[in-house]
Structures are given as structure tokens and as C-alpha cells.
């Protein structure tokens, strides 16, 4: 079985084109969910063999998780760049997950596909992880654009636990608005009620 390469040891012309590879699988997301996300059709539309593809991308669910990822580097780019300025940790906290929720909305295609990988369980942990962590960080006043947080982040905090709690509730609005159950303003009322009753304690 092809074994995805670390990032971090490719060059630039396979970083390039892993760039190309995740641009292009974000388009045809875009256009037609994660169903038009096929493999072949992948490879044919990035201009790279369909072995080629698979070096990189061992499963389409790699290559999901790929695209999600770039869609989360965005969102915490633009964090880091205007952070929320809301007085409370549950304010900070809803304002992240809003302009996620702006953001995916923009492209209810590849929202699905973002709401598909976080429910299956061979990547939920890593996505939601990622997600509660930027929620956490923000809420805990602990974001800096110069470090990842990663080093320190205490996953095992009552208050980390209460923001995986939110992010948990987050996704499930997110579920609500693309069946068409909730609208932006009735996830932000709800977000409101759970963040203040989660992160009081802060």
C-alpha cells in the first residue's frame, strides 16, 4: 500500500504539485460534494498520473482531509490576522466558529464534505482536535501568530474539555444548517446560549 510522504520532506516542485493536487480536489468539491472527489478524475484535472496521485494521497479520504485542512489553514490565517475582540472567552469562542460557519457556508459543497470527514471515525479525531484547539486557544486569550500553540495546549484542562464540547455542538449546527433545519442566525443564538453556560469558568 502507497505510503503518504511527510510535507516536510518534499521539494518544491512535489510541494507544488501537492498544492495543485488539493486545489484541484477543492474545485471539483466545490462543484459537486465529496462524490465528484474521484480519484481519477483528480489526477486527470491536475495534469499528474494516477499513481502519482495516489503517492501522495493513499485514499480519497486522504485527500479530503487534505482539502479540509487548507480550508482550517485559511480560517486560522485570517484569525491570526484580526482576532476576535470580543471581551469574553465565550464571545472569542462563538466569533471563531462563526466565521467558520460564514466561510463553509459560502461553499455548502465542500461544508458537506468537511461535516462527512469529521464523523468518520478514522479522521474525527484529528479535525476535531484541530478545530477545539483553535477554539480553545482564541477563547483562552493563548493565540500568537508566531507559534502553533501546540506545545501549549493542555488537552487534558477542564477548560479544554469544555471547548471540545462547544466545537462538538458547532458541528452538529453545522449538520442542521445544510439539511436546511437552521440558519446562520439561529446557529449564532444557540452557539451564544452553549458557550456561555460551557466557558464561564474560564
Do not use: C, N
Not at 27 to 35: I, Q, T
Amino acid at each position: 500500500m502507497a505510503v503518504q510522504a511527510p510535507i516536510g520532506t518534499m521539494s518544491r516542485s512535489q510541494t507544488q504539485r501537492r498544492k495543485r493536487i488539493v486545489q484541484t480536489a477543492a474545485a471539483l468539491a466545490v462543484r459537486g460534494g465529496v462524490e465528484a472527489m474521484q480519484m481519477r478524475s483528480v489526477a486527470e484535472r491536475a495534469g499528474v498520473a494516477l499513481g502519482t496521485l495516489y503517492r501522495y494521497f493513499p485514499s480519497k479520504m486522504d485527500l479530503v482531509v487534505a482539502v479540509v485542512t487548507e480550508e482550517l489553514d485559511l480560517l486560522e490565517g485570517g484569525i491570526v490576522r484580526r482576532p476576535p475582540t470580543a471581551d469574553t472567552p465565550a464571545g472569542r469562542a462563538v466569533d471563531v466558529l462563526l466565521r467558520a460557519t460564514r466561510g463553509l457556508m459560502r461553499e455548502p459543497e465542500l461544508a458537506d464534505a468537511l461535516v462527512r470527514s469529521l464523523i468518520m471515525a478514522e479522521v474525527k479525531i484529528e479535525l476535531d482536535t484541530r478545530i477545539t484547539d483553535l477554539v480553545w486557544r482564541v477563547a483562552s486569550g493563548s493565540l500568537a501568530p508566531e507559534s502553533s500553540g501546540e506545545e501549549d495546549i493542555d488537552r487534558a484542562d477542564v477548560g479544554y474539555v469544555l471547548a471540545g464540547s462547544l466545537t462538538s455542538v458547532w458541528i452538529f449546527e453545522l449538520v442542521e444548517v445544510l439539511k436546511g433545519r437552521r440558519d446562520v442566525d439561529g446557529v449564532e443564538r444557540r452557539l451564544h446560549i452553549a458557550a456561555e453556560r460551557l466557558l464561564t469558568a474560564f
